[in-house]
């Protein structure tokens, strides 16, 4: 007797990321709506049941979407369009603009126009190179933007409230963008006005409780946050101690380690997900543990602001410790959506670490989706989870030898060897592109937004070479 289904896909080398980490080298896994109802060898699930529609993997891996943990999506155009010199302001800057206020600069020009191209670009780039989840910690002016362009896509998401923060003196940046005073009030108004997303349990994009953080919210502010998040079993989110200097700051202001301090009022728990974490003292990596908090790791940024050379490289001890730690690309300055675990894996190793290709890829998968909580819907491959998945391609140079199919998906192939994308029960992208939307369109969209914003600001690229047009 055979069940009904809506897509099976067959014959991939199935990484499961299952309690065993089961690997189907000949493997199916079944769709039935939203929802994985099968996971096994391709025999016996075909077997099972009569498919609607079957894919063919064709031998190529198969594994749980990325989840990233944390990005910014409306500042995804500064990409390229600003300078990455740390020693020059861009042309028309302020003088003496740091690389921070030229950030700001530009957050001030945005409007609603340019929040959806950006998030468009970026969630579309994510797609295609295998993320079905994305964090959006608190930083969209208008939350329903980034929503629509994410339900337009077909990704998961949740997203928070814009700019939670209240204390001016922790934090430059928290006086500078315009539409989003530091104030205390305002920032317990505004708190949880994502979390109505959540009374639909089928919604593709939810809501969690964020703050700006790293010394910009008030021990009140965190505190309220954090309660509101664990009455309505959410994340609860903030940037932590990303920069030498920021840290010290907070902790001269506490009179002992951030974490510490936190930890001692009951502000760390399993229902926080603190992300950056590099300037840490040893009695903060005991507390983290102990507390079950959650880490993203953005390998990214800890090499493009040279943090090597500042902050010894914790992530390997918090694994071994059995932190969870999600990874996050903030803005991805220059590497792409899918070069995260390389970078991870070779930072870790640059500083006299080894961490394994599969703890790369259960960062990318299960600690994104445990960063949120929602580690009972996604993150791995298995029946009654939703079935948001990557297929990659089998005829591909970095698919050979196909004897190590974590390492070779997540080290070697990275986002080229992408080929669909299912995001609840639905392919959003195939054969490398999106099923869902005008690629083209969102292109030529990101493309005018980046042109308009430049000129509205007067930030250039600081690039050293003349052009001549
Ligand atoms: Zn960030």
């Not at 945005?110 to 295998?130: F, N, Q, V």
């Not at 009030?185 to 700006?212: Q, S, T």
């Not at 390492?407 to 992408?418: D, I, S, W």
Request: proline letters at 4%; aromatic letters at 6%.
């Amino acid at each position: 007797m055979t069940e009904r289904c809506d897509v099976l896909v067959t014959h991939g080398c199935v990484l499961t990321l299952d309690g065993a980490r089961t690997i189907y080298a000949d493997g199916a896994v079944a769709i039935q709506g939203r929802d994985i109802v099968a996971v096994g060898r391709s025999r016996d699930v075909a077997a099972r049941f009569a498919p609607t529609r079957t894919i063919d993997a064709g031998g190529a891996i198969v594994h749980p979407g990325f989840v990233e943990g944390h990005y910014h999506t409306t500042m995804h155009l500064t990409r390229a369009a600003i300078t990455d010199d740390p020693s020059r302001p861009a042309v028309g800057g302020a003088a003496g603009a740091t690389q921070r206020a030229i950030y700001s600069e530009w957050t001030n020009f945005i409007d609603d126009a340019d929040e959806h191209a950006s998030a468009s670009l970026a969630l579309l780039e994510m797609a295609k190179a295998g993320y079905t989840c994305f964090t959006e910690p608190g930083t969209a002016f208008e939350p329903d933007i980034v929503a629509k362009a994410a339900q337009a896509l077909g990704v998961r998401g949740s997203v928070a409230d814009p700019y939670l923060w209240d204390r001016a003196e922790g934090m430059q940046m928290a006086t500078e963008i315009d539409r989003a005073p530091c104030d205390l009030g305002r920032a317990l108004a505004l708190m949880g006005g994502e979390l109505k997303r959540n009374a639909d349990p089928d919604a593709l994009v939810r809501g969690h409780i964020g703050v700006y953080g790293s010394g910009s919210a008030s021990v009140e502010l965190i505190r309220a946050a954090k309660d509101m998040a664990e009455r309505n079993n959410v994340a609860f989110t903030q940037h932590q101690s990303f920069m030498p200097e920021a840290a010290a700051r907070e902790k001269a202001a506490y009179g002992k380690s951030p974490l510490v301090h936190f930890a001692e009022l009951g502000l760390l728990g399993p229902n926080v997900a603190l992300t950056h974490m590099n300037a840490l003292d040893d009695d903060e990596i005991e507390v983290v543990a102990a507390s079950g908090t959650k880490i993203v790791w953005h390998p990214g940024n800890f090499m493009f602001y040279g943090l090597g050379a500042r902050c010894a490289q914790r992530m390997p001890e918090l694994h071994a410790k059995g932190v969870s730690i999600a990874l996050g690309n903030d803005i991805a300055k220059l590497w792409a959506f899918g070069d995260l675990p390389f970078l991870a894996y070779l930072i870790a190793r640059n500083h006299g670490h080894f961490v394994s290709a599969e703890s790369v890829l259960e960062m990318a998968t299960l600690g994104g989706a445990r960063a949120l909580g929602w580690q009972d819907i996604i993150g791995s491959l298995e029946p009654g989870k939703r079935a948001d998945l990557v297929i990659r391609k089998a005829e591909l140079a970095e698919a050979v030898p196909g004897v190590s199919p974590a390492f070779e998906a997540v080290l070697v192939q990275r986002a080229k060897g992408v080929d669909t994308v299912i995001c609840d029960g639905k392919v959003i992208v195939a054969g490398g592109r999106s099923t869902r939307v005008d690629e083209g369109a969102i292109l030529a969209q990101a493309r005018a937004s980046a042109r308009r914003l430049m000129a509205k600001t007067g930030l250039s690229t600081g690039a050293a070479w003349p052009v001549v047009n």
